[in-house]
């Protein structure tokens, strides 16, 4: 597995390459003629419709322009709207270059109006591109791509190519739909952009049945002594990202992935749902896709999200949620993971920089994850120079009898997998249960100085078992005596104690209902000594939103949720 992953640090270590930079933005479309604009100052509405007529002045729902070939040719400025009839299809593409919008005062809107949603139908093409320009909003639109638009369009794509640090303020994109493209919508920045694009929200949106990605941001190369992220304030909310199939013919790169955030500072993913992606990625692909995660990034945060029955054709990735190279201050909460092949959530760095550091995973559910590749788990992590990880009130079932196959049937994945690498990793008040498979899977015996286990609930229906270097152990007591993990002040923490999940005997449902993942125990399992006396900030809520009590229970529920 090491071998394989290294094979990413190359892709991140190595920049965006002009071939992947070119496959995650689209074909440019070439600069457009613009006519001069009516006399007057504006700003003005633009209306296009299929009984219109390009000889119209195109201001009015009587008199509006026809094609959309027309109407990219208005110079749009501060305040414009072009609006395009619902309901009806629209061959080609629209294009905002530098020098028009541009104001976050006053947008350029580019929207339906009537009944529905209009379709914009590019050319094999993108569907609109924004470039060195921001201060629009994009909004109750359907783009299609072509069978040439799947492998060369973007629905919307933004691009900053511009050097210097003037930055690319207000861009919204809310209730659109992207489907057949290459990707469904790209953010990017070129290598000689210092800064790409600010104040950004995506919302209500659905990205599905694209090539390579659903939702992508990217920037330059990352360099760790000057860490810089291109995009920064982004808010996506309510995108659903579903059966982006990934690239069979693409061994060199991950595709297929639903949202995935590269070179961004000050982000948040929340209440969006990743499911059914990368299906088709290369079989000998060295990086696989993921249904959401960050790479090159800072102070990200992925909460109260879903990530199911994401797929990897290799033997790499396939997981819900990750944060991978280059990741720091971030926070993994309030999401739950099911049947992924690979992990439920990653934290990984193939990267010697020490920027991965300062991240945390918590209140998080996983339900039969590492579904093809056993050699995961339900919460994995590792890497190179990672520090300061903190892993803590997260409930993992992890069942061996619902294998997808065969071949994994032989390796039977843990509830939590730690490999060398990271220092300064701390695992607390975790609800870890299999139905007899490991429960943990250490790589290395490692010393409570530098990671320290406290207060889990380690519990299997089956035998009881837990890897602990090249050890393997059957009783909590056994293992805790060896390796001195589970004390506190030199008394015991930690139980193996069934905490009464339904998880545990109940097939998974979809979509999966995370109250199974609730202890059910009439007698509480109480581990913890609590935040405060803890030291550690858990954050205000558990998993369902329940305010944390001063004595926390394991897991992600602090509390049974009303039926």
């Known amino acids: 597995m090491n071998a394989v992953k290294r094979s990413r640090t190359t892709r991140v270590a190595a920049g965006v390459s002009a071939v992947v930079f070119l496959l995650m933005t689209g074909c440019d479309v070439p600069g457009v003629y613009r006519p001069a604009r009516p006399a007057s100052r504006g700003p003005f509405t633009f209306y296009v419709s299929p009984d219109g007529d390009d000889g119209n002045d195109g201001m009015s729902p009587e008199k509006p322009w026809r094609t959309l070939d027309h109407a990219n040719t208005a110079n749009f400025r501060p305040g414009d709207r072009l609006r395009l009839r619902g309901g009806e299809r629209y061959r080609g593409t629209i294009t905002l270059d530098e020098g028009e919008a541009g104001s976050a005062a006053r947008p350029v809107v580019i929207e339906s109006y009537g009944t529905g949603r209009a379709t914009i139908a590019p050319r094999g093409t993108s569907g609109i591109t924004v470039r060195d320009t921001a201060g629009v909003e994009i909004r109750n639109l359907v783009l299609v791509g072509d069978r040439k638009a799947l492998h060369e369009g973007v629905g919307i794509a933004l691009r900053a190519t511009r050097p210097g640090d003037r930055g690319l303020a207000h861009v919204r994109i809310a209730n659109v739909e992207a489907r057949g493209f290459q990707n469904g919508i790209s953010v990017g920045a070129d290598d000689d952009a210092v800064t790409g694009y600010s104040d950004v929200r995506i919302s209500d949106v659905s990205v599905h049945h694209n090539l390579e990605a659903g939702l992508v941001f990217y920037g330059p190369e990352f360099t760790a002594d000057r860490p810089a992220y291109a995009h920064s304030g982004l808010r996506i909310e309510r995108v659903t990202a579903y059966a982006n ?102 934290v990984y760095s193939g990267q010697a920089t020490g920027a991965h550091r300062d991240n945390v995973v918590r209140f998080n559910m996983s339900w039969d994850d590492a579904r093809k590749l056993p050699e995961y788990g339900g919460i994995v992590a590792y890497g190179s120079l990672m520090r300061n990880l903190d892993v803590y009130n997260n409930t993992v079932v992890m069942r061996t009898d619902r294998l997808a196959s065969a071949e994994a049937a032989g390796i039977r994945p843990p509830a939590l997998r730690l490999r060398d690498g990271m220092n300064s990793v701390s695992v607390h008040d975790n609800i870890f249960a299999t139905d007899g498979g490991p429960l943990v899977e250490a790589q290395s015996a490692y010393l409570p100085g530098t990671h320290q286990l406290r207060s889990n609930v380690y519990h299997s229906t089956g035998p009881w078992s837990l890897g602990w270097g090249g050890r393997r152990f059957t009783d909590l007591d056994e293992w805790r005596t060896a390796s001195r993990q589970e004390l506190l002040g030199g008394e015991p923490t930690g139980t193996g104690d069934d905490p009464c999940l339904r998880a545990l005997t109940v097939p998974v449902t979809d979509p999966a209902g995370a109250e199974n993942l609730v202890p059910r125990c009439e007698d509480e399992v109480v581990t913890s000594m609590g935040p405060q006396a803890s030291g550690v900030d858990v954050g205000p809520v558990d998993y369902f939103g329940n305010r944390v009590p001063d004595v926390l229970r394991p897991g992600a529920a602090q509390s049974v949720p009303a039926p």
Do not use: C
């Not at 590269?262 to 088709?280: E, L, P, Q």
């Not at 909460?303 to 790499?316: D, I, L, M, Q």
């Open 245 to 346: 199939t990934g690239d069979p013919d693409s061994d060199a790169r991950n595709t297929g992935s639903g949202i995935a955030l590269g070179s961004v500072r000050d982000a948040k993913v929340t209440r969006s749902v990743a499911h059914d992606n990368g299906a088709r990625s290369a079989p000998g692909a060295q990086e696989g896709p993921e249904g959401i995660w960050a790479y090159d990034s800072t102070e990200v945060v992925l909460e109260n999200n879903r990530s199911y029955r994401n797929r990897t054709g290799s033997r790499v990735d396939g997981g819900g949620f990750g944060l991978d190279n280059n990741v720091s201050h971030s926070v993994m909460q309030y999401n739950l993971a099911y049947g992924n092949d690979g992990p439920g959530f990653l």
